[in-house]
């Protein structure tokens, strides 16, 4: 966070008039800098905490939150999965959580998802404490077999992660898991393999290289251009992410200079909050952003790992399922 605040204060100096910014902890940790400042400030932390313009107008992404997507996900495995479930009517599906506590990424939509497993009727059990890092989680496995959970969020990235679904497979955990989506990519069922199937996750745009996505021809020319050494079979979801960003902050410029006002409060105003469902072309939600909520849609594609790869569930519009409950999410 300290190296952070070094580089804004450096990109201030070059006379930038927005900022490409990374994770949860460094963007949450300046978001009252850069609204003090009128810096535009698009990252790569979609954390449900960044979408209340009253508190944090300047800081923006091109993807539904992580608070609507944990929300989404879990709705759509107890709409397809325990609606189907044998003890459905019987007794309480089971959930808990697994992902390290002192991560603010991880533990961002950690309060949203058990609203929501509340308001579905689910018995919460304890958190487990995984790191970021952890290449061995049988210790946590264990203590959520205590439990019996029905099923386990996971809210770390895909190296760990991907450790825990291994681990839980070995020793017979016997739970669905749904994960944040920086926890499922396409390392994840190399590194997991049979562990990972059935997992669920929300996505936030097209994976790479995926068919019929109109602006994917580029991103894979570009690909190809300027990273030669990597092999294509190796490229993420996580490149879409990158441009999916870069390219609402584009447009987002371009408006703002054609209103002749290209500074902060001019790209926020004049180019954001004119968004009414803009579609990148790249798979994810349109975009709109208003001067009350910066949450891009409500509506969230939730994906599984069947046979290896990805295979859409459903798609959960947490705001048409909850109208009456959306507008109090905000900020969540």
């Given at each position: 966070?300290p190296?952070?605040l070094?580089?804004?204060k450096?990109?201030q100096?070059m006379?930038?008039?927005?900022?490409?910014?990374w994770?949860?902890?460094d963007?949450?940790?300046?978001?009252?800098?850069?609204?003090q400042?009128?810096?535009?400030?698009?990252?790569?932390?979609?954390?449900?905490?960044?979408?209340?313009p009253k508190?944090?107008?300047?800081?923006?992404?091109?993807?539904?939150?992580?608070?609507?997507?944990?929300?989404?996900?879990?709705?759509?495995?107890?709409?397809?999965?325990?609606?189907?479930h044998?003890?459905?009517g019987?007794r309480?599906?089971?959930?808990?959580c697994?992902?390290?506590?002192?991560?603010?990424?991880?533990?961002?939509?950690?309060?949203a998802i058990?609203d929501q497993?509340t308001?579905?009727g689910?018995?919460?059990?304890?958190d487990?404490?995984?790191?970021l890092f952890?290449?061995?989680?049988?210790?946590?496995?264990?203590?959520?077999?205590?439990?019996?959970?029905?099923?386990?969020?996971?809210?770390?990235?895909?190296?760990?992660?991907?450790?825990?679904?291994?681990?839980?497979y070995?020793?017979?955990?016997?739970?669905?898991h749904?994960?944040?989506?920086?926890?499922?990519?396409?390392?994840?069922?190399?590194?997991?393999?049979?562990?990972?199937?059935?997992?669920?996750a929300?996505?936030?745009?097209?994976f790479?290289?995926?068919?019929?996505v109109?602006?994917?021809?580029?991103v894979?020319?570009?690909?190809?251009?300027?990273?030669?050494?990597?092999?294509?079979?190796?490229?993420?979801?996580?490149?879409?992410?990158?441009w999916?960003?870069?390219?609402?902050?584009?447009?987002?410029?371009?408006r703002?200079?054609?209103?002749?006002?290209?500074?902060?409060?001019?790209?926020?105003?004049?180019g954001?909050?004119?968004?009414?469902?803009?579609?990148?072309?790249l798979?994810?939600?349109k975009?709109?952003?208003?001067?009350?909520?910066?949450?891009?849609?409500?509506?969230?594609?939730?994906?599984?790992?069947?046979?290896?790869?990805?295979?859409?569930v459903?798609?959960?519009?947490?705001?048409?399922?909850?109208p009456?409950?959306?507008?109090?999410w905000l900020?969540?």
């Open positions: 966070m190296e952070a070094t580089k804004y450096l990109f100096r006379k930038a008039v927005a900022v490409l910014g994770g949860t902890g963007t949450e940790a300046l978001a009252p800098t850069v609204t400042d009128k810096m535009p400030y698009v990252s790569a932390s979609y954390s449900g905490h960044l979408t209340d508190k944090t107008p300047y800081n923006l992404f091109a993807a539904t939150d992580y608070s609507t997507n944990a929300r989404a996900t879990l709705t759509a495995w107890y709409d397809t999965r325990w609606k189907k044998p003890d459905n019987k309480k599906p089971r959930f808990a697994a992902y390290m506590f002192a991560s603010p990424y991880a533990s961002a939509p950690i309060k058990k497993a308001l579905l689910f018995e919460i059990g304890p487990q404490d995984v790191s952890a290449v061995d989680a049988k210790s946590q496995v264990l203590a959520l077999k205590d439990f019996k959970p029905d099923v386990v969020w996971h809210g770390n990235t895909t190296m760990s992660v991907s450790a825990t679904l291994r681990d839980a070995a020793l017979g955990l016997g739970a669905d749904i994960i944040n989506l920086w926890g499922l990519d396409e390392n994840l069922p190399r590194l997991a393999e049979k562990a990972a199937e059935g997992a669920m929300a996505t936030v745009c097209a790479y290289n995926e068919a019929g109109p602006l994917m021809p580029k894979v020319e570009y690909a190809k251009k300027f990273n030669p050494g990597v092999p294509q079979e190796k490229r993420l979801i996580r490149t879409i992410q990158a999916s960003n870069v390219l609402a902050l584009w447009e987002a410029m371009k703002a200079d054609k209103a002749g006002a290209l500074n902060g409060e001019g790209i926020l105003k004049k954001f909050e004119t968004m009414r469902e803009f579609d990148l072309g798979g994810g939600a975009l709109t952003y208003t001067d009350t909520d910066h949450r891009v849609s409500g509506a969230v594609p939730v994906y599984e790992i069947k046979d290896g790869k990805f295979r859409l459903q798609v959960t519009d947490i705001k048409s399922r909850w009456d409950k959306w507008a109090s900020g969540w």
